[in-house]
């Protein structure tokens, strides 16, 4: 048996379950296909099958588990449909903020704007010699935009919604250039913010989200095990 994996038990048991198995399945290290059994959970976790059977309808909510009653659950394959659907939701709320933030007072961005810097220097640092933290660092820059423009909750949505699309962009990031187009489209999108032009804010980040999605036979063709047809 692994190693049990160590639960807050201040927090409910569940949550954390699907947090992790949410977390493992979006990073490929529970990749599609993999099955997924309850007893092993319970047995890592230290739990009993209930709050592993609750995480793994919730992942099935989302789309990133397939339960087959009475006989498995597995890793759902990157569905295109949905990841397509999460770009377009995604398109029209990012679209929104910037443009929300290009047209507030210089002076109400500035801060805000030398935060999204410090989040695309540490990328261009980065590169994908961290894939782990590049994420991160990215994640960390779409969030404070979403914070500032006053739609937390928003992010949150979009997150919940994006389990496709964001191990499609994973699959995607290793591609030759693929991590400078990321730095390159983030400073353009501050640039606008920085010259309050709402318009090229929403350009630049149009050009930005439509990366991933363009590639998609290439990325079928490098995982076809992972990518529904």
């Not at 699907?18 to 990073?27: Q, V, Y």
């Not at 693929?178 to 309050?196: G, N, W």
């Amino acid at each position: 048996m692994k190693t049990p994996h160590k639960l807050d038990r201040t927090r409910q048991a569940a949550p954390q379950v699907f947090e992790w198995l949410r977390a493992s399945i979006l990073s490929l290290q529970l990749a599609p296909g993999t099955a997924l059994s309850r007893t092993e959970l319970a047995e890592r976790f230290e739990l009993s099958q209930t709050p592993v059977r609750d995480a793994l309808l919730q992942l099935a909510q989302e789309g990133l588990v397939d339960i087959f009653p009475q006989h498995a659950t597995l890793v759902s394959r990157i569905d295109i449909a949905s990841a397509t659907q999460a770009h377009f939701l995604r398109c029209a709320i990012e679209l929104e903020v910037v443009r929300t933030l290009a047209l507030a007072a210089a002076e109400d961005t500035a801060v805000l704007r030398a935060k999204l810097t410090a989040q695309i220097d540490l990328q261009a640092a980065l590169g994908v010699a961290d894939t782990e933290e590049f994420i991160a660092s990215d994640q960390a820059f779409h969030r404070l935009r979403y914070e500032a423009a006053g739609a937390p909750d928003l992010y949150e949505l979009v997150r919940r919604r994006s389990g496709h699309l964001d191990r499609l962009r994973r699959l995607d990031l290793p591609s030759p250039g693929k991590a400078e187009r990321v730095v390159r489209d983030h400073r353009a999108i501050v640039a606008a913010l920085a010259a309050s032009d709402a318009d090229a804010a929403q350009a630049a980040m149009r050009t930005h989200l439509s990366g991933t999605l363009g590639r998609i036979a290439d990325i079928r063709a490098r995982h076809p095990d992972y990518v529904a047809a």
